[in-house]
């Protein structure tokens, strides 16, 4: 049957663990990227950027990896805790505009 | 804590009014975003603006939205006449100009929109 709405992309996985969550992108002009999380009810909150010159970064607790020669993009994220579930986009900026193109997002679920 | 602030947060109206919805972007950005996110789309670009001078909004219906920026301190989105498939989450984002070569957006916490 026809399907209806976004089917998010979801991973579930226990409090304490760590979560890889993916993301493809197709632009090769691409040159900077982002990780939002959004919670339910809230807007798309900054998590970490990367510019395309660098394959990985750290923050707190998150890393970004960057993989260029297969257009690849993973969020890492270190003993994951239950405000850690949301649902979590990637964004690219292709070459020097100010857009950002966004993935469909995926839904990460922290089980305690 | 500089944050980009969205009004109302949540509207709901009857087919055929007219809707604003306004955003304060964080002081000192100088680019604004509308973005729209449904269920069905995810979150779609509607239009952007860079020292308060339109320079996209090729994602908008043109014959019912419209986008301004009165001054450096206000956007607006307006819908007019409104239909039931507008019903969505707005967001505004904000961002600093990319010359440092950052294109962070930084959003507001939206405004859900029913109509009726």
């Known amino acids: ?112 | 804590d500089a944050r980009v602030t969205q009004t109302p947060r949540d509207k709901v109206t009857e087919m055929g009014q007219e809707v604003t919805m306004r955003c304060q972007p964080i002081l000192g950005h100088n680019t604004v975003f509308w973005y729209r996110q449904t269920m069905m789309q995810g979150l779609e670009l509607l239009a952007y603006f860079r020292n308060r001078a339109p320079l996209d909004d090729s994602g908008m219906p043109k014959d019912r939205f419209s986008a301004e920026m009165p001054d450096a301190t206000l956007a607006t989105l307006k819908i007019q006449p409104s239909e039931p498939r507008d019903s969505a989450v707005y967001f505004c984002a904000s961002g600093p100009s990319g010359g440092s070569g950052s294109y962070t957006q930084y959003f507001g916490p939206g405004t859900r929109l029913t109509v009726l």
Not at chain 1, 24 to 45: L, R, T, V
Not at chain 1, 79 to 96: K, L
Request: proline share 4%.
């Open chain 1, 1 to 112: 049957g026809e399907s209806v709405g976004l089917h998010l992309p979801t991973l579930s996985v226990q409090e304490g663990d760590n979560s890889i969550i993916n993301c493809a992108y197709s632009n090769s002009a691409s040159d900077y990227f982002i990780w939002y999380k959004q919670e339910s009810g809230k807007g798309p909150q900054f998590i970490i950027d990367i510019r395309s010159n660098m394959d990985k970064r750290q923050g707190q607790r998150v890393t970004v990896l960057l993989n260029k020669t297969v257009k690849h993009l993973s969020l890492q994220i270190a003993a994951t805790q239950p405000g850690d579930s949301a649902v979590y986009f990637c964004a690219e900026n292709r070459g020097g505009a100010q857009k950002l193109v966004f993935g469909q997002g995926t839904r990460l679920t922290i089980n305690p």
